[in-house]
Structures are given as C-alpha cells and as structure tokens.
C-alpha cells in the first residue's frame, strides 16, 4: 500500500508539473520572444541553447546580446534607471550582485532548483547557477613530467618552480582568486603566511585571460599556468597540444548564474527559459558545448572534469563572494604579487 501510496504521489507531482509548464509555455508564447543577456561564447554555447530552446518551445524567439560580466550588469542597470528594461535574463559569474544591489532583480524559484544543492542556488530566488568553472593548476607536458609536477599546495614552493610559473591577473581567473581560495581554506592568518611564501616564487603576471596564459604554456613560454580553467586543458589535449591540468587543492570554483530582469518585458519567456537553461536538457546542451554543467547529475563530455566524477572538493565562489571580499583579495594580490 505504502508503495502505491508513493507512486500515485510521484504521478500526481508530475502531472502538476507538467500542467505548469504548459500553463507558462502559453503565456511565454503569448508574449513570442525573450531577450537573453549573456556572457557566454556565442557559437560555442549561445547558438545551441537558442536552437534547443526555439525546437521545444516553438513560437517563442530567443534574441540575446553578449558582453562580458560587468558590461552585463551596467546595461541592465542602466535600463532599469531609465525605466525601461528591454533584456529579461541575464548571466555572468559577477554580473548578478550590482543588479541585485540595485533592486533590479526578480525572485525566480526555478522549476528545476530541487535538483541542485544549496551551493549553486540562491536561497531567495536571485540566481540559479547554469555552468561551472575550476581554477586548477596546467602545465606544458614536454617540459614538466608528470611525476614531478606539482601535486599538492607546498609543491609550489619548491624552488625549482621559481620565476617558472604564470597567471592571469584577472580578478574571477587568476591571480586574486587564487587568493581568494588560499585565505577560505587555511583561514587569514595562516593564509597570509603561506602566500607570502608562494610571493617568494616570482609568479609571472600576465594582463591577458586565463585562456591566453595556457596557450602560452603550451607554446613552452613558461612551464606552469598557476590559474586555468581545467576544461580548457583538455579541449587543447584533445587536439595535440602538450598539457594536462593537476588536481591540486584549493581548487576554487566560481560560477555562471542565471537570473531575471525586474520588470522584464517578457516575464513568461523569462521564466521560461531560465527553467530550460538549468534543467536536464539545457544542461545536456551545455555539456556538448564543452562547457561544465552545473547540475551535478548531467556530466561533463570529459567526466573527471567536475568534482563527483573527478574526485576534488571545490571551493564554490557564488556570486555575492566577488562582490563581499574581491576588493580585499584584489588588495593583498597587488601587495604581494605586483
């Protein structure tokens, strides 16, 4: 009895479920068209989720405009001053707090939020988390053996590494992160005194993303990238070049979340397709795009990418960690490393 009880239960919610996203698909439909904000890379991510999007929900344009995270939060704010907002989602790793700060976010809670953990949600509504990024250590494989690159945090103190790694001195990807996570895991004091330890190092600085500074590992500039986005050193081990990624902790982990414009002009379709980007489908899309989904049960085209196939704990860095200590991380980075 008890597990007819808990069928007809599930059949009932799914039934509900269903009901409301015909409901919504209606009404988005009504209004035909969504206009997407979006930091991702168009071809690679942008192009396909439009596609995915427009083929299950026919009649609904998604138009989208991309930009990089704060350029992002300045033209949603910047039409919400105005009083005129024309886009209805936006995303970005730091593009959520000052829209928030500026009262110009809707709560949301997504169809699909039951499927992620606390970590990659916002507890009011604000944002969903749709992809992740992993900030690892990369190195050129013709000059550095495996068996001698670095394994664990002090191995980056040995001075044959000295003046022989680099970073990027991007904020979200680089240097000032990597701060970021030293000080979360061993806490200020004894943070501060291993990185200044890791000063010692004369890590190069480069003013390029972190994308660049593996391909200049690659091209054999320097033979460890402190900071890269792990994907990205297997999209390029795929294609020949010689490098790998090293699981080595602290590996901060900041994310791509997705919210709603306040006052959107097409509320439905916002919903809409906020819900389709998190959900399974959406998530798959992402996945084939060789980005990193962050829902933990779709997994990445490589799994050993993300943490429950890879076997890392991830420092997650939510949006609001940017806006609350990444002037503190900005400062002892220029103190110590500039």
Avoid at 132 to 159: C, E, H, M, S, W
Avoid at 278 to 288: D, F, K, M, P, T
């Amino acid at each position: 009895m008890k597990t007819l009880v808990v069928v007809f239960a599930a059949m009932s919610f799914m039934r509900a479920a269903c009901a409301g996203e015909a409901e919504l698909y209606a009404a988005a439909k009504a209004e035909g068209r969504v206009v997407w904000y979006t930091t991702l890379i168009v071809n690679q991510a942008v192009l396909p989720l439009k596609s995915a999007f427009e083929k299950r929900y026919p009649g609904i344009d998604v138009q989208f405009s991309r930009a990089d995270s704060l350029p992002t939060a300045l033209k949603v704010i910047n039409e919400g001053r105005a009083g005129a907002p024309q886009g209805d989602v936006f995303d970005g790793i730091e593009s959520e707090p000052p829209v928030a700060k500026a009262g110009l976010v809707e709560k949301y809670v997504s169809a699909q939020a039951s499927k992620y953990p606390a970590e990659l949600k916002d507890p009011d509504g604000l944002w969903i988390a749709t992809n992740l990024y992993f900030l690892t250590p990369g190195y050129n494989t013709t000059l550095v053996a495996a068996d001698i690159a670095p394994k664990k945090r002090d191995d980056l103190l040995d001075p044959r590494w000295k003046g022989k790694m680099a970073w990027s001195t991007a904020r979200s990807a680089g240097g000032p992160i990597f701060v970021g996570a030293i000080l979360r895991q061993l806490g200020e004091n004894a943070g501060m005194d291993w990185l200044k330890k890791l000063a010692r190092q004369e890590i190069v600085n480069t003013d390029i993303t972190a994308r660049a500074v593996l391909d200049q590992v690659i091209a054999g500039e320097y033979p460890i990238a402190l900071s890269i986005f792990n994907h990205h050193a297997v999209l390029s081990a795929q294609k020949g070049a010689p490098v790998d990624w090293i699981k080595l902790e602290p590996i901060a982990a900041p994310m791509q979340v997705t919210s709603i414009v306040k006052n959107a002009p097409h509320p439905n379709a916002a919903r809409l397709l906020l819900d389709f980007i998190a959900s399974e489908e959406g998530q798959h899309v992402l996945a084939a795009s060789d980005y990193l989904p962050a829902m933990p049960s779709v997994e990445a085209k490589t799994p050993a990418l993300k943490p429950e196939a890879g076997g890392f704990n991830p420092l997650y860095f939510p949006p609001d960690a940017f806006a609350r200590d990444g002037d503190m991380w900005q400062r002892v980075y220029n103190e110590l490393f500039r």
